[in-house]
């Protein structure tokens, strides 16, 4: 478990919080925290130790772009992979 994976997933649990009309669950399985506007998922925190990542909808061009520009950018975890990305801790660009 690093600092910075659960810096992440603190980071993005509350700042989903914030916004108006979120529902939280865990609808799929136990370990993961699933936050829903309008009945949508958007973000997905896993509890993992081990995988300290967060999974978030994107717009599919745009998710191409940042998996080619940062290693932490992942193909999406759970869902379909053209419309999701997974961020883990680290964000240094690919170029340097």
């Not at 993005?12 to 865990?26: E, F, N, Q, Y």
Request: charged share 25%.
């Amino acid at each position: 478990m690093s600092a910075a994976g659960g810096r992440l997933q603190d980071t993005a649990r509350k700042a989903a919080l914030a916004l108006p009309d979120v529902s939280h669950g865990r609808p799929f399985t136990p370990g993961l925290d699933v936050y829903k506007v309008a009945d949508k998922v958007f973000l997905i925190v896993t509890d993992d130790p081990d995988e300290q990542i967060i999974t978030v909808k994107c717009e599919p061009e745009h998710a191409r772009a940042l998996e080619c520009g940062y290693a932490s950018i992942t193909p999406g975890r759970y869902l379909d992979k053209r419309h999701w990305i997974s961020l883990g801790p680290g964000g240094a660009s690919r170029s340097g």
